[in-house]
């Protein structure tokens, strides 16, 4: 019965194993060693990256149970603890590239111990505003999980498909409810942890309710004029951005894998709305084109309480700063290299990676 069980769980890691759709696969890691090898900018992120990943190998991770953030404000205990806890999310992810990157197994062994920290103290409640920081530790996994031993993939698989149907559960519950979470920016991020979790662990069911919940949110959450429904429940850009890059994040993810068929950026929905869209409409603000004063018709409770609470950026009539768009242009670079130039002017440079996000960008491409 044993040797059975063995049998059925290495053929259960084979199926899950194959793809690397989230991170990033062979053939592009040595194109990311030849680049960071060759172009001064990107061996500067990648030199970063590493600084980040010598510092954690000398970490014990620190693993939320619940981490709580959505609704919380600033200065909360409940919060403080929670971003303590998050800072593992940038230590699993440059360990994870340290391995990779330089096949020293010591960054392998320090990314096995954070990610069987996570699976198996964390407990994900479907939240999606909590769980979208988990980015970069399922990246993190889906980088190694072909080099791990198998008892922490089975771990990191049994947690991850409770992260994706923990959300799947709370999508659910809102779309029967009638709460607007199924199509406002929760949505919009609940979309891209599902879509992290789906292709990671290679689970068929998963991505097809990402690629039928993804058509849907386009319709429901973007405007065909470009502009979101978050934007003008919260008359701010800055809720417009909680809902593109999300969506961006999953879009690169479908667009890496042929299932969806239509370019996912591009595609549009049957009112005419699309990402691409909703993207090209956010660019005259940071060109600066454009400005817009956040959050004076907010018709959001919580957002009067973090102005009252004295939290940067929200008070009302605040200007929005085009520098807040930057991670929205560098993601959208993926998929439109006009956005590099509009980059490179915000930040008065002509360097062709500006960001790590933009070396990820040409690698993945």
Same mark, same amino acid.
């Given at each position: ?10 053929? @259960?890691?084979? %199926? ?7 991170? $990033?696969?062979? &053939? ?10 060759? =172009?001064? =900018? ?9 600084? =980040? ?34 800072? =593992?999310? !940038?230590?699993?992810?440059? $360990?994870? @590239? ?26 994900? !409640? ?6 979208? %920081? ?12 072909? +080099? ?22 709370? @999508? +659910? ?49 973007? %405007? ?5 429904? +978050? ?55 940071? &060109?600066?084109?454009? &400005? ?49 130039? $509009? @980059? !490179?002017? %915000? ?19």
């Amino acid at each position: 019965m044993k040797r059975i069980l063995l049998l059925c769980i290495c053929f @259960f890691l084979f %199926n899950v194993v194959q793809a690397q759709v989230v991170s $990033l696969n062979a &053939t592009e890691l040595k194109k990311l060693q030849r680049l960071i090898k060759t =172009d001064a =900018d990107a061996k500067k992120h990648w030199e970063s990256l590493l600084t =980040d990943a010598d510092e954690a190998i000398t970490s014990t991770p620190n693993p939320a149970d619940t981490l709580l953030t959505e609704g919380i404000l600033q200065g909360d205990p409940r919060k403080t603890k929670t971003w303590k806890s998050i800072e =593992d999310m !940038q230590k699993v992810y440059a $360990l994870a @590239f340290g391995f990779k990157i330089t096949g020293d197994k010591k960054y392998l062994t320090k990314t096995s111990e954070f990610l069987l920290a996570w699976a198996t103290r964390n407990q994900p !409640q479907g939240n999606p505003i909590n769980d979208t %920081n988990l980015d970069r530790i399922i990246f993190a996994y889906d980088l190694v999980k072909n +080099d791990l031993s198998t008892d922490v993939n089975v771990a990191c698989m049994a947690w991850l498909m409770k992260v994706g149907s923990q959300q799947i559960k709370s @999508f +659910d519950k809102a779309a029967s409810g009638k709460s607007l979470t199924y199509m406002n920016n929760w949505n919009s991020h609940r979309l891209k942890e599902v879509a992290e979790v789906a292709w990671a662990i290679n689970d068929e069911k998963l991505k097809l309710w990402v690629i039928d919940i993804y058509k849907k949110q386009i319709a429901k959450n973007l %405007n065909p004029d470009g502009s979101s429904w +978050d934007f003008h429940e919260r008359d701010a850009l800055h809720y417009h951005i909680y809902d593109v890059d999300p969506l961006m994040v999953a879009a690169i993810i479908l667009k890496r894998d042929s299932k969806f068929g239509d370019n996912p950026y591009s595609y549009k929905s049957p009112e005419g709305s699309s990402l691409k869209g909703s993207v090209d409409w956010l660019v005259p603000f940071f &060109t600066g084109e454009k &400005t817009h004063a956040e959050w004076v018709n907010s018709k959001s409770s919580f957002d009067k309480k973090r102005a009252a609470n004295g939290e940067k950026g929200y008070i009302a009539g605040t200007l929005f700063k085009p520098t807040e768009a930057r991670t929205s242009i560098a993601l959208a670079d993926f998929f439109d290299n006009k956005m590099l130039s $509009l @980059f !490179q002017t %915000n930040i008065n440079s002509k360097s062709k990676y500006p960001t790590w996000q933009f070396v990820l960008n040409e690698v993945k491409r």
